[in-house]
């Protein structure tokens, strides 16, 4: 499971930078993310500034 609350989210880009799997891209209305790309892996959410994303790692 993975979330964004998007109210919280500057569109700094860190979380983009990290994703190993290229699952994330900054646009005009925020962050997309896709879900088949997604591997769970939490490393956005750490990277994250404001603690916008959630993941339930290791689903
Ligand atoms: S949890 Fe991992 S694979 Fe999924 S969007 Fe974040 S960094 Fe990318
Ligand atoms: S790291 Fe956090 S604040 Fe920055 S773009 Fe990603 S979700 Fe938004």
New binding site residues.
């Given amino acids: 499971m993975w979330e964004?609350d998007r109210k919280?989210?500057?569109?700094?880009?860190?979380?983009?930078g990290v994703c190993p799997k290229l699952a994330?891209e900054?646009k005009e209305s925020?962050?997309n993310h896709d879900e088949k790309l997604c591997i769970e892996c939490g490393l956005?959410k750490r990277?994250?500034?404001?603690g916008?994303?959630k993941v339930e790692e290791g689903m």
């Fill in positions: 964004i919280k989210c500057l569109r700094c880009g860190a979380c983009v994330l900054l925020g962050i956005c990277i994250c500034p404001m916008a994303i």
